[in-house]
């Protein structure tokens, strides 16, 4: 390709074809049947769902119906999702074997499947995507075109605009205009930390060098987390497009994606993008016609955490032990092999071209007054509609957690959120109504991270909480510095002191101060925001943490050692279920009897918690 | 240092890692027990030797440094050069002490022990005793040997006149045939085994002498016994080096004659030290003694062995007269003196041009392989020195702390000092050492005939860089 009317021919051709995608209303005969090909999905047996509806229209000879494999649609819980276009059902927990069904009902006969509609949060049964509480909230940009196009077809990139602003940048505008509309738009950094973009950008550009380079930070690697690698599998042209625009405005003429192994989907999708874009003259020598080049290489990484952190990812890029550097200098002065080097996360990358396309004044009409756009989160834990969202900066958790996650299952009580992974920390009920963005989740103590949001309910022990998030970094520690190496292995070895029962108030206090000093004294973020969990929990639930040292008891149960389970003489029944299964006769007691139970013996398997039917152990 | 810091107690104890101790090498233990994982180690063996035998493995809590798959450092591309040792603040890095096998020597009265010290041994020793760096304590350091037992002292520096008259030698014959060209110096064992390790097609350039202490081993277990009607068995010899590589140079097969090692002990200036604390011995306050002789008579040309630069101008001494048969009047060749990693020079010797490269630094002598291998080296004999600055700053020598490494030039004062030892000399020539002309003319022929090179000469063999 190398004229940008070569580039918006294929776009309106193809934007015809694809009408049906965006419009219910598309005057077109053809029904294109839209299969989930993310990783949730795709382990759930979508591929085979795909095969059998290929296989089934060919058996029956049925024209005018493709089959299309999409990214993510977010709705994991209900996964594997099949949409059928233009009309929009939304068919949820589709298995291989109900294709012959979809297809004879909805695609001959005309019937929409009401068994395989998904139930929206009050229980009525809802047939349009849109029509979902989980959706009406969200606001997609970075996740415009996941469930809407063929990730692997760069044709239908093209028609929804793809590579619609990249051309814009290279005809029309200069780098300075590039960073200024960035920066004017308010875009932060969404890998965490929330560095002004276009700041970033100005940076790079601004400092002295030959060569320049810019990467993406693919390196997801929080616990729960899954946005990145949604983009990514979902909509990698996006990617692309969006690094090519920050060479040209940085001035680089190379570009690395580092993405781990363990996203093998992403790493293809991504290949076959690359491939694409670099036979369409998009990617290469003289893009579009312009004297500017640009290429692309993908890096893998062996799946350490620590390479998320920038100039550990750099580090690792350039074939070393992912270690980080001391900073600064920062990678924008010398970054790859010493070179000034913009390092952005997918995400970021992922809102560029729509800013450079609609605007700097309306990406920021979007969000809070410090925090623009919107932000992709991976809702998990004790959610009823677990997956993938994307709101407006300034939702509140509330609003994520109850109308479109659909509230706490199992009649349980919400206890806690956790942001930002294992470098963020817990939120409370009583700040539900914050409103998200980067400063308020800061000033409760938590940080925005990655996007990783994990519900908890009132079964889980804070403690046992903060344990996990420390084992996860002493683990993921790269061991260079001190204080993460060995400080956080102290302050899992005092946590496991607490759950076990042998903890001290005093060990409470000694975590605490542990906590401060790794923060202040680690090299790199990872080290430095490690103690969050503990810091953030010892904020919210001290009274938790007392009771395991204090009082020696886990009101939830988690901390074996910790728990006590009592039967309720006035509930009993003296029915023996919990005699019976008790596994170590621990439950005294005959014929018509209260049961009760004999600590010494008891071994806190809660197997008689589930036997009770009248709820009267616990 | 825990009181200054007023570390009383540990507040926070809990699980240590346990480490196995390394100390299959002949030259280094390892003892990671100890490390605190500063990684200094780390950056001297690959940013100034540019070898990257060490770094660290696992994560986290388990990191440790370590070699390639974790093996022992013996048996990868280690050249013992043992500057990781001189780096080391917690002693994790240290030599294989042979104080023991000394000590039970010097006891029995059937052995008879000789010792013989390294050039840079003696501007060195003072330091451990709390003197001045690049004090010079010949006299002190014989007065102490004597001390502590050993039947005869005697100074390497004649050892390194020897190398100097084979070296010469060697070098002219091989400057008039164009034979393999740059010839290379071969008395750094660390140079040595870097060059077996990684550059075996080059080794046909290495000189094919002894370094001087073997050398000297060689002649007392023959000339010396002989002489003195010494069974040559019962002669134990005892080097005191600046140096942990001369450790495992000791103990290769080919450092054997008709059975018996050259050198039976090496222990570094450190060892001595402790070796001369262990017998409660004053050092400062010792009287000067001299050299045993005959052997102890040595040349101001060795004196300056140990400096990077010194065994160059030492052997251009002695080429140059050998060469022209004129008197050099000039003895000081200042352009290959000094710090520069790679140093060039261009020598006038009669009627021909020699050029010169002296490097220090196994980083250095990288760059010297490769132009070999390139073919673009345009120099015919180099002097390699594995450490930087020379055996001076060899790592066996006393350990400096960072903030003395980084606000006194120690490399610079150990260097005057040995610089002064040889403008005091009254005979700065090696080949003028009459005891060196006697033994030349009484047992050994002329230098690099049949009987010296058995003795003095040795040969190298290619060595896989892993050995795993």
Request: hydrophobic share 35%; glycine share 8%.
């Amino acid at each position: 390709m190398k004229t940008v009317e070569e580039l918006n021919k294929i776009r309106a051709e193809k934007r015809i074809e694809l009408d049906l995608r965006k419009n219910t209303k598309a005057d077109t005969r053809e029904k294109h049947i839209l299969v989930c090909q993310g990783t949730g999905c795709t382990s759930s047996k979508s591929p085979q769902i795909l095969e059998n509806f290929k296989r089934i229209i060919k058996e029956k000879g049925i024209e005018n119906v493709r089959v299309i494999k999409t990214g993510c649609f977010g709705l994991c819980a209900k996964g594997p999702i099949v949409i059928i276009r233009p009309e929009d059902t939304f068919y949820a927990m589709v298995t291989p074997d109900d294709c012959e069904e979809i297809i004879q009902s909805h695609i001959i006969e005309g019937k929409v499947v009401e068994r395989l509609l998904c139930k929206d949060i009050d229980g009525t049964k809802v047939t349009r995507l849109d029509d979902l509480t989980f959706y009406k909230k969200q606001k997609r940009i970075a996740l415009k075109n996941c469930g809407v196009i063929n990730p692997e077809d760069i044709d239908e990139y093209i028609a929804f605009d793809g590579y619609r602003a990249l051309a814009r940048v290279l005809i029309e505008m200069t780098p300075d205009e590039v960073i200024e509309t960035i920066d004017k738009s308010g875009l932060r950094g969404r890998g965490g930390a929330g560095f002004p973009t276009g700041k970033k950008w100005r940076a790079t550009k601004d400092a002295k060098g030959d060569k320049k380079y810019v990467v993406c930070n693919a390196d997801e690697g929080d616990p729960g987390a899954f946005m990145d690698r949604s983009i990514l599998e979902g909509d990698p042209h996006a990617v692309l497009e969006a690094m090519e625009i920050a060479g040209f405005a940085v001035g680089a003429e190379k570009g690395y994606i580092y993405v781990r192994a363990e996203y093998p989907i992403a790493v293809q999708r991504l290949k076959i993008a690359i491939e694409q874009a670099r036979n369409y003259g998009i990617l290469g020598k003289n893009i579009l016609g312009t004297d500017f080049n640009f290429d692309i290489e993908i890096r893998l990484g062996a799946g350490a955490f620590v390479c998320g952190e920038e100039t550990a990812l750099l580090e690792s890029i350039e074939g070393r032990r992912g270690q980080p550097r001391v900073k600064p200098p920062y990678p924008a002065q010398s970054g790859l092999w010493g070179c000034p080097t913009l390092i952005n996360n997918v995400e970021t990358y992922a809102n560029v071209a729509q800013i450079i396309l609609k605007g700097a004044d309306w990406y920021s009409s979007i969000g809070t007054a410090t925090s623009k756009g919107t932000k992709v989160f991976a809702l998990g834990g004790n959610v009823n509609n677990v997956g993938l969202v994307e709101v407006p900066m300034g939702t509140t958790l509330r609003e994520i957690v109850f109308d479109i996650g659909g509230g706490i299952p199992n009649g349980r009580e919400f206890k806690a959120a956790q942001t930002g992974g294992p470098s963020g920390g817990c939120i409370p009920k009583e700040h539900l109504d914050t409103p998200i963005d980067y400063e308020s989740l800061k000033e409760i103590g938590s940080m925005m991270g990655s996007g990783g949001l994990i519900v908890m309910d009132d079964t889980k022990c804070m403690v046992c909480l903060a344990k996990f998030y420390l084992e996860f970094t002493v683990s993921e520690s790269c061991g260079k510095c001190t204080p993460c190496r060995i400080g956080t292995k102290r302050m899992l070895e005092i946590l496991e002191k607490l759950c076990s029962g042998e903890g001290t108030e005093y060990d409470i206090y000694r975590l605490e101060k542990l906590a401060v000093n790794i923060k202040k004294s680690s090299i790199c973020g990872l080290g430095q925001s490690a103690p969050n969990p503990v810091i953030s929990t010892l904020k919210y639930f001290r009274e938790e943490f007392r009771q395991h040292a204090i009082e020696k008891e886990c009101k939830t149960m988690e901390c074996k050692a910790l728990a006590k389970i009592e039967i309720d003489p006035d509930k009993c029944k003296a029915c023996g279920l919990c005699q019976r299964n008790c596994p170590v006769n621990a439950i005294e007691g005959e014929g018509r009897e209260v049961r009760h139970i004999n600590q010494d013996k008891c071994i806190k398997c809660t197997t008689c918690i589930r036997a009770c039917p009248f709820h009267a152990i616990g | 240092m825990a009181i200054k810091f007023n570390v009383l107690d540990i507040e926070y104890k809990g699980e240590r890692t346990e480490h196995k101790i390394d100390d299959k090498s002949p030259s280094i233990v390892r003892d990671f027990n100890k490390c605190i994982l500063c990684r200094r180690c780390v950056a001297t063996c690959k940013n100034v030797q540019k070898i990257g035998a060490i770094d660290c493995i696992e994560r986290g809590f388990e990191s440790c440094i370590s070699t390639t798959y974790d093996h022992s450092l013996n048996d990868v591309n280690c050249t013992f050069c043992g500057q990781c040792i001189e780096s080391c603040p917690t002693g994790a890095l240290h030599e294989k002490e042979n104080i023991n096998d000394v000590w039970a020597k010097l006891k029995d009265p059937d052995t008879y022990v000789v010792v013989q010290t390294a050039p840079s041994i003696r501007v060195a020793l003072g330091e451990e005793f709390g003197m001045e760096i690049g004090t010079n304590v010949t006299g002190k350091m014989v007065s102490a040997l004597k001390r502590l037992g050993f039947d005869k002292v005697f100074d390497t520096n004649t050892g390194a006149d020897f190398t100097i008259m084979e070296e010469a030698t060697e070098f002219v014959k091989r400057f008039k045939e164009n034979d393999h060209l740059p010839m290379t110096t071969s008395c750094c064992p660390g140079w040595v085994r870097f060059a077996e390790m990684e550059y075996p097609e080059n080794l046909p350039h290495l000189s094919s002498c002894k370094s001087p202490h073997q050398m000297f081993g060689a002649i007392i277990k023959s000339y010396y016994a002989e002489k003195n009607n010494i069974d040559p068995k019962n002669i134990y010899v005892v080097s005191v080096m600046p140096c942990i590589a001369k450790k495992y140079e000791r103990q290769r097969e080919e450092m054997k004659e008709n059975g018996l090692w050259d050198v039976d002990s090496v222990i570094t200036t450190r060892e001595l030290a402790r070796m001369i604390k262990q017998a409660n011995i004053e050092f400062d306050k010792l009287e000067d003694e001299t050299f045993d002789n005959p052997m102890g008579e040595a040349t101001g040309a060795a004196a300056i062995f140990g400096v990077t630069g010194g065994v160059m101008e030492a052997a251009l001494r002695t080429a140059y007269e050998l060469i022209t048969g004129e008197e050099l009047k000039k003895l000081e060749f200042e352009d290959v003196r000094g710090t520069k990693g790679l140093k060039k020079a261009t020598v006038q010797i009669g009627d021909k041009e020699i050029k010169v490269a002296v490097a220090h630094g196994l980083g250095n002598a990288r760059k010297v392989m490769e132009d070999i291998k390139n073919g673009t080296a345009d120099y015919s004999f180099v002097e390699v020195m594995a450490c930087p600055g020379g055996c001076i700053m060899g790592g066996g020598q006393p350990i400096k702390n960072s903030k003395i490494r980084m606000t006194v030039d120690v490399a610079g004062k150990r260097a005057a000092a040995m610089y002064s030892i040889d403008e005091r000399s009254t005979i700065r020539k090696s080949h003028e050492n009459p005891i060196l002309k006697q033994i030349y003319k009484e047992y050994l022929g002329n230098p690099g005939d049949h009987k010296a090179h058995e003795l003095l000469h040795t040969h190298y063999t290619p060595m896989e860089e892993y050995r795993i």
